[in-house]
């Protein structure tokens, strides 16, 4: 299903769909046009992160860069490991499961490398970020089927084989957790993409028991991802990890990190540990707080790392709270808006949701539509843009014309861009296109 109507790019192969049509619908926008649907929490990092991520780097300023490696790098994988395994649901979790990346687009890179190597074809949900199917493209993964967030496939009777099923948990461009499909004996390898989770919609224990389910206790056939740049607003620190026990997939990646370069930045394990530290602290129930912050005070410290004192935990906590309360608000601007639906379930987490417009039904023009909002100014991310092609999202979506909406921006901008998207909706423009 990828690779088709392109031309081979200066790596050798054809570009995803997706990636085509980003050029496609940007082309000639001014770069000055607003935006209604970043991929980034635009909120600012919290000053907790700030303050203790700034330690954590002078701290390796002051000790350890004239060295690829250290004996710290085993410390510091063992705390991402014994955190990953609280929060996974995981414990015991060997240090050896854990990976680290220059973001999860690498960690994406890296599966499928193997996943070519084992002759894997990959299921993947619509709709999900280009890297899925771009890397599927430049190593020739085949991709048999798609699936929507009921769980149903297309093609649906695709061919049994040895499968890569991806779960994006919750999905990242819908922000709701999605139905598995079903497929013909046991996959070769699952991949649980954790995109984010702060701000949680749904109640804590229900958030995590649900994510702890798809994982399950056995990482033998399953990497987990972990995206630190998404809940903590860092995205220009590159950082990813990779959590697995598939005893290939750890041979593999061991191998391409060495190939790639030896180590990844000497602060990634670092940003892990704090994304990770910090998930405990937000998802712990009120009353356990203080043993919660010992408890992980004490992982740190045994680590040679700084922990943030109670004031600091606090005022996180707060900044967390605060940041719920505004995306809360801008969900429910959205909904009084009246004419955006939902797609894709209850948002349960993060920045991201997905709503259908009333737009022209030919995908020939929305998508001039959608080029045209943006030459006026507004850039707009069309369900296109995520994965598939128009076929698909026909099967799998009937009668769907979506764009992407970030809940994570100030309520006065998400005002005037809701105002801009009604006016371009009803533009004559666009009656045109109906």
Not at 27 to 48: E, L, R, Y
Not at 143 to 164: C, D, E, F, R
Not at 188 to 200: C, G, I, K, Q, S
Request: hydrophobic share 40%; with cysteine.
């Amino acid at each position: 299903m990828n690779g088709r109507g392109g031309s081979v790019n200066g790596a050798g192969f054809v570009d995803a769909a997706c990636v085509r049509y980003y050029r496609t619908i940007r082309a000639d926008v001014p770069a000055s046009a607003a935006q209604i649907g970043f991929g980034v929490n635009k909120t600012a990092p919290a000053p907790t992160v700030r303050r203790w991520l700034t330690a954590l780097y002078a701290q390796l300023f002051h000790e350890r860069v004239t060295d690829y490696s250290t004996p710290d790098d085993v410390r510091e994988r063992a705390l991402v490991a014994e955190l990953a395994g609280r929060y996974l649901g995981v414990p015991g979790l060997d240090p050896d499961a854990v990976h680290f990346c220059n973001g999860t687009t690498e960690a994406i890179s890296i599966v499928y490398g193997f996943a070519a190597q084992r002759g894997l074809g990959t299921v993947l949900p619509l709709p999900l970020y280009c890297s899925f199917e771009q890397s599927a493209a430049r190593y020739g993964v085949p991709v048999v089927a798609y699936y929507n967030a009921s769980g149903h496939a297309s093609p649906p009777g695709y061919a049994a084989g040895p499968l890569l099923v991806v779960d994006i948990a919750p999905n990242g461009v819908a922000g709701s957790w999605f139905d598995l499909p079903t497929v013909a004996g046991e996959p070769e390898l699952r991949v649980v993409d954790h995109v984010f989770a702060l701000p949680t919609y749904q109640p804590r224990a229900e958030f995590l028991a649900n994510l702890r389910r798809r994982i399950g206790g056995d990482l033998s056939k399953t990497a987990v991802f972990l995206t630190p740049s998404k809940d903590l607003s860092i995205p220009g620190l590159r950082c990813g990890t990779i959590i697995t026990g598939h005893p290939g997939l750890r041979a593999y990646a061991g191998a391409d990190r060495f190939e790639r370069g030896y180590t990844t930045q000497v602060g990634t394990a670092r940003i892990a540990a704090v994304h990770l530290a910090l998930l405990l602290v937000a998802f712990a129930e009120p009353g356990s707080h203080p043993a919660v912050w010992a408890e992980l005070r004490e992982a740190f410290t045994a680590a040679g790392l700084a922990f943030p004192g109670e004031r600091d935990c606090l005022a996180y906590l707060a900044h967390l709270a605060g940041m719920r309360r505004r995306f809360v608000e801008n969900i429910g601007q959205i909904d009084r808006a009246g004419f955006l639906a939902p797609l894709g379930g209850t948002q349960v987490a993060g920045y991201s949701g997905f709503r259908t417009v009333e737009a022209a039904p030919d995908p020939a023009a929305f998508t001039g539509w959608i080029h045209s909002a943006g030459r006026s100014g507004l850039k707009l991310n069309p369900n296109f843009l995520f994965g598939g092609d128009p076929r698909l999202w026909e099967a799998l979506y009937p009668g769907c014309r979506g764009i992407r909406v970030n809940v994570s921006v100030h309520p006065e901008q998400l005002a005037i861009d809701l105002a801009t998207l009604r006016k371009l909706l009803d533009s004559e423009n666009i009656d045109g296109l109906r």
